[in-house]
């Protein structure tokens, strides 16, 4: 039992080392939140892809929607790519709803309107933003020999995360509240031979804390 | 932060020199980088317009491929085939877009056995351009095409003719290869063309003053067909194919 409890302690301590230090703020404003959650109806998260130099990652989308389906059961949200392979293609980076009141002019066409009832999606959420490397420093040096191999050196690097959420309610044409997360860390990667990789969980500590608040406005559990 | 790999090896022996050749080639990535693009393309969700419309790929659209070459040591010379991969995406599209599409059999043109349809779609892409990571400090992967349209009847006369652009991008993925981000973001480019497309064919003026003959052509031949109905001031619009436009809602 000793020894159990000991390895415990140190699988703690090894995984505490190896992951970099993150810092994380989130701001919330929401109105309208649904009090006893939103019941049959779906909720579907998208990806802002309008800017030139960034990209809202597809993989932090499908995170977030993974935190929210995994805590709470009983929320169905529709995959990024499914609702917008169904709606194509009026939710391409070029014709996508940028306001609320776009969505009126999107369900007068009779297909679209089918859809969404079809769907049943009660609400929209927008998350723009990007995960970045801010700097980098340090030097590595790998060699391969008969012998063998290894690396000898020292690199670090930093990460930021800004990403913001846009909750609109597909029923009222409205929107019902915005969730700003920003998250930086640093990596390290020391190597004696062999490199030991020390990496700021920077992306998914921001998946974490959006999909936390969302999971606030969405669920009537939390 | 940088790295670099230094080789100790006694490099006398043929087979090692061959071995450490082939090696120091692959990581170079010597030769050029090949792109067919492949996608999968969504039908569009609109209510068709009545028309029942050709489409005629000349060899050089199902054909279609960018090459650019090389301009230094570092840099790579890169195929990106686009040609089957437009034709697919376009064949969705435009079935979606129109009641009916007809794959032509010729070129449109006076002496050609052709199907009966009502005009014929010819795409063209007049000019491709791509940018990688390296050639842009950017981490985005891009595309961006500009085609021109040409819309004639059956025996070859214009109707329209118009251009139109394109652009896919894709972000950098951890394991991601430079071509399959390509593809990637050609896939990215072919969608928005299919959106763009689908959402404004309706709005080219040529087009749109086409539509309106062609509808008031119905109406009067209709008209002409039930003397009683033309007697009357109010002409039954919706009997005839006056369905709006999907594209015009937005």
């Known amino acids: ?222 | 932060m940088s790295g670099s790999m230094i080789f100790v090896s006694d490099l006398r022996q043929p087979a090692r020199l061959l071995a450490a050749l082939a090696l120091l080639c692959l990581l170079a990535g010597c030769g050029a980088r090949q792109v067919v693009v492949e996608g999968d393309f969504p039908k569009p969700l609109m209510s068709p317009l009545p028309l029942n419309m050709g489409i005629w790929y000349d060899e050089e659209f199902a054909n279609h491929e960018f090459f650019d070459e090389a301009k230094g040591r570092t840099e790579s010379t890169w195929i990106v085939k686009t040609g089957s991969a437009q034709m697919q995406m376009w064949d969705i599209v435009l079935g979606g877009v129109f009641k009916n599409l007809e794959q032509m059999k010729n070129a449109p043109g006076s002496g050609e056995m052709n199907q009966v349809v009502d005009a014929v779609l010819v795409p063209k892409i007049e000019e491709l351009q791509y940018a990688i990571p390296a050639h842009t400090n950017v981490k985005v992967y891009e595309i961006w095409m500009r085609y021109r349209f040409d819309m004639v009847t059956t025996a070859g006369e214009q109707i329209a003719s118009w251009t139109m652009t394109s652009y896919g991008k894709t972000p950098t993925a951890f394991l991601q290869s430079d071509e399959a981000a390509v593809n990637l973001a050609a896939v990215v480019a072919l969608r928005d063309a299919g959106a763009n497309f689908a959402t404004n064919f309706t709005r080219i003026p040529a087009v749109r003053e086409w539509l309106e003959q062609r509808q008031s052509r119905i109406a009067r031949s209709k008209a002409a067909a039930t003397p009683a109905a033309a007697s009357t001031d109010s002409l039954p619009e919706q009997d005839v194919e006056t369905e709006p436009a999907p594209q015009e809602a937005l």
């Open chain 1, 1 to 222: 039992m000793k020894r159990l409890a000991s390895r415990a302690l140190l699988a703690l301590a090894g995984s505490f080392i190896l992951s970099g230090c993150v810092t994380s703020t989130v701001d919330e404003m929401v109105y309208n939140e649904p009090t006893e959650g939103i019941g049959d109806a779906t909720v579907v998260i998208l990806g802002r892809r309008h800017a030139s130099d960034y990209e809202t990652e597809p993989d932090f989308i499908q995170c977030v929607g993974k935190h929210i389906s995994s805590r709470d059961r009983a929320i169905d949200v529709l995959g990024e790519l499914e609702f917008i392979n169904a709606l194509y293609p009026w939710f391409e980076p070029r014709t996508a709803p940028l306001r609320p009141e776009d969505i009126d002019k999107l369900m007068a066409q009779p297909p679209v309107a089918a859809k969404m009832a079809e769907l049943k999606t009660e609400y929209m959420i927008w998350i723009d933003g990007s995960t970045v490397e801010t700097n980098s420093a340090g030097s590595m040096t790998c060699g391969i020999g008969p012998g063998g191999a290894g690396c000898f050196g020292f690199g670090t690097w930093g990460n930021e995360s800004n990403y913001e959420a846009t909750i609109w309610d597909f029923t009222d044409r409205a929107e019902v509240g915005r969730v700003n997360t920003s998250t930086s860390g640093q990596s390290y990667m020391p190597a004696v031979v062999v490199p030991i990789p020390i990496i700021a969980p920077v992306q998914g500590t921001a998946c974490d804390g959006i999909g936390d608040q969302l999971l606030e406005f969405l669920s009537g559990d939390y």
